[in-house]
């Protein structure tokens, strides 16, 4: 079971983040510089050190709010957070593991649904190729988010600016990225091994 600063024993949801996270949570002392360069701050319904904090705290009526808020799905981990940190706290990292639990419980935000459709469009086209395509990419997720029409007067503009290609390119080193997802699946069946 993880330990804090201070040498005390950790449980709950807190514990359950810091373990998959790798991090402390209590390296974060609440400045706030994270949240004032996050780009996406704006538009999130808890700021970037808000969310650290609930977490840091662990109740579970708190678990439930960061789980199924907004913010996790609008970071865009360009990692501004993580870089202004005077105590090298990855929230980035973090945000990533709160959108993970987040999507194994069942707990998110009705607003990612657009979001998630990119995210597996965006990893299907490196799953077979390697790279981005964006004709195959752009097709994929007007599918999956059932947004057929809303940008296809672009569609004309971008053909002719060579910006489309209707057969996907893949890249040379498709061997290596084969591994990768190989391993990725071998390690998500092993936790879910040692859930059991
Ligand atoms: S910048 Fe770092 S220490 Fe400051 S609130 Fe954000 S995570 Fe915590
Ligand atoms: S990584 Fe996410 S939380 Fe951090 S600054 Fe970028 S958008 Fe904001």
């Known amino acids: ?5 201070a040498g005390v024993t950790v449980t709950g949801f807190k514990a359950e983040v810091e373990r998959r996270g790798r991090f402390r949570l209590s390296d974060c002392y609440q400045c706030g510089k994270c949240s004032a360069g996050c780009p996406m701050a704006d ?5 970037p050190h808000q969310i650290v904090r609930m977490c840091q705290l662990g109740e579970d009526s708190l ?5 199924r808020s907004r913010t996790i799905w ?17 929230i ?29 469009t965006f990893k299907n086209s490196i ?3 390697g790279r981005l395509n964006e004709f195959p990419l752009a097709v994929g997720y007007k599918l999956r988010s059932f947004d057929l029409f809303s940008d296809v007067m672009k569609f004309p503009k971008m053909l002719t600016a060579g910006k489309l290609r209707f057969i ?4 040379k080193g498709m061997d290596s990225i084969k591994r990768i997802f190989e391993r990725c699946e071998a390690r998500t069946k092993m936790k879910k091994r040692g859930k059991k």
């Open 168 to 171: 996907p390119h893949k890249i």
């Open 74 to 90: 609008l970071c865009v981990s360009c990692e501004t957070c993580s870089t202004r940190c005077p105590k090298d706290f990855n």
């Open 63 to 67: 678990r439930e709010k960061v789980l």
């Open 92 to 120: 980035a990292h973090l945000m990533d593991v709160l959108r993970e639990m987040s999507l194994k419980e069942g707990m998110q935000h009705p607003d990612s649904a657009n979001i998630i459709a990119f995210h597996k």
């Open 1 to 5: 079971m993880p330990n804090d600063t």
């Open 127 to 129: 799953e077979r190729t």
């Open 43 to 47: 538009y999130m319904d808890y700021l």
